[in-house]
């Protein structure tokens, strides 16, 4: 039971980028997908997940400029990143749980994969 988010980057300011979160040894159905993010010398913080009914949450500082998407068949979830801000820097992982009821909260999710790393210097 795996998770791998990739499509990590270097882009300026003003950019976008799309991440993936594949899984693998289990499929999505039946489990919500949470992005979460951890910028260097702060506490990782949920930004996005989507439920297994399709519903989506975004954090307000993402809200408007990122979008998570799913594909079933494919078993990825995606997260479109775009007007990329500074302040967007972190590493990003996503993990599979329980609950998408709001903006994800790390104790509800309990597969994790490695982190991508995302850089958008000003």
């Known amino acids: 039971v795996q998770l791998q988010a990739s499509g990590g980057g270097l882009v300026q300011a003003g950019g976008s980028l799309r991440l993936s979160c594949t899984a693998s040894?289990?499929?999505?159905?039946?489990?919500?997908i949470g992005w979460f993010r951890q910028a260097t010398g702060k506490e990782r913080e949920g930004i996005s997940c989507i439920s297994n009914d399709g519903g989506a949450y975004y954090a307000d500082s993402v809200k408007g400029r990122f979008t998570i998407s799913g594909d079933n068949a494919k078993n990825t979830v995606y997260l479109q990143m775009n007007s990329l801000k500074p302040e967007d820097t972190a590493v990003y992982y996503c993990?599979?749980?329980?609950?998408?009821?709001?903006?994800?909260?790390?104790?509800?999710?309990?597969?994790w994969g490695q982190g991508t790393q995302v850089t958008s210097p000003a």
């Open positions: 993990a599979g749980g329980i609950y998408c009821l709001g903006v994800p909260r790390i104790n509800d999710y309990d597969i």
């Open positions: 040894g289990f499929s999505f159905d039946g489990y919500n």
